[in-house]
């Protein structure tokens, strides 16, 4: 019999969540009489104690424990799966400049970062894989229908950004397209944000679009809501405990020298460095739509925030008395 595949498991629980009634065998019972297709279209009803295993075993220990059990020949050769290499092809591509790459460079690269391992997945298996599930393809161009199964298995362990052309509006008599970027959950479809910049009105009719239709609809491919997939893994969420710099975790960074006088350059503005770091690297990190304040790091330790540069203050005489001279009067 062919297993069940964690992603069928989840849009069961899913529906578990989201039938109604007073208790959790209840939902059971009805969702035991439903038919969930899998990922090749095939048809599976499940047994009502099948379900209740997988939702005590989500609730004990998460997405991890949906996995299917290790057959008793662990430890021995055995086919590897298609989301092992399609994992570590997706750490390394990174590295490669565009079109720069064949396989057997993929497949070096993935053994030296420690991605994928040779007893794991011989270099015949990568290749077969690679070529079966044309996983060196983008998913945005590849027609593989297999390829979907490769999304992350828990909810925020990779957002993806995309933009998009939106609709024509008139700005000084000129009509001009607008873009939407977005970001979406990978393993649940859910659209976290997206936004028009300027628009606001533009954003408000975005906003109900998304949070009462796209994200509240069944999705073709999980065949489950997105935001009753997300609400999966809620438990999994940790949430960074309040604290003076949690806006600066979103800061742009980048590397300056800061010159003898202590001072460097951002976008052609002069600033002071916080402490005596003449003549050292530094990295600076600011919020690119407001440079109001400049936070200057070190080897990793926050010095403080950089000030602008004041030249006529700088100029200034002292208002600060100088001392008075000694004097001694036992001159001969």
Request: aromatic residues 10%; glycine residues 4%; proline residues 5%.
């Amino acid at each position: 019999m062919k297993r069940v595949s964690i992603y069928l498991k989840l849009r069961v629980l899913g529906a578990v969540e989201t039938t109604e009634g007073n208790t959790i065998k209840s939902r059971i019972r009805q969702v035991a009489k439903r038919t969930f297709h899998d990922e090749e279209g095939l048809p599976h009803v499940f047994k009502r104690s099948t379900i209740q295993t997988w939702y005590s075993l989500h609730q004990k220990g998460g997405v991890e424990m949906l996995d299917n059990h290790p057959r008793k020949d662990k430890g021995k050769q055995r086919k590897v799966s298609p989301e092992a290499p399609g994992e570590a092809i997706e750490q390394v591509l990174p590295e490669f400049r565009e079109d720069r790459y064949n396989k057997m460079m993929i497949y070096r690269r993935c053994i030296e970062r420690g991605t994928l391992s040779r007893q794991l997945c011989s270099r015949t298996s990568f290749f077969r894989l690679v070529k079966e599930y044309d996983l060196l393809t983008p998913p945005t161009k590849t027609q593989n229908k297999r390829r979907p199964a490769f999304s992350k298995r828990h909810a925020n362990e990779m957002w993806q950004l995309d933009t998009m052309y939106g609709p024509h509006i008139r700005i000084g008599g000129k009509v001009v397209p607008t873009k939407l970027i977005a970001f979406i959950d990978d393993a649940s479809r859910v659209i976290t944000h997206g936004e028009f910049f300027s628009l606001k009105k533009l954003n408000g009719q975005f906003r109900v679009r998304v949070e009462e239709e796209y994200n509240a609809a069944v999705h073709g491919t999980l065949q489950m809501k997105p935001v009753d997939r997300f609400a999966l893994d809620l438990k999994r969420i940790r949430f960074l405990e309040p604290m003076d710099f949690s806006e600066e975790l979103f800061f742009f960074e980048q590397e300056r020298c800061v010159r003898k006088d202590n001072t460097f350059q951002v976008r052609n503005i002069r600033y002071e460095a916080p402490r005596d770091l003449a003549g050292r690297k530094i990295q600076v990190r600011f919020n690119r739509a407001n440079l109001t304040r400049i936070v200057v790091f070190y080897k990793n330790e926050r010095m403080g925030e950089a000030t602008e540069l004041d030249f006529y203050a700088n100029d200034r005489a002292s208002t600060k008395p100088l001392p008075t001279p000694e004097v001694d009067y036992n001159l001969t």
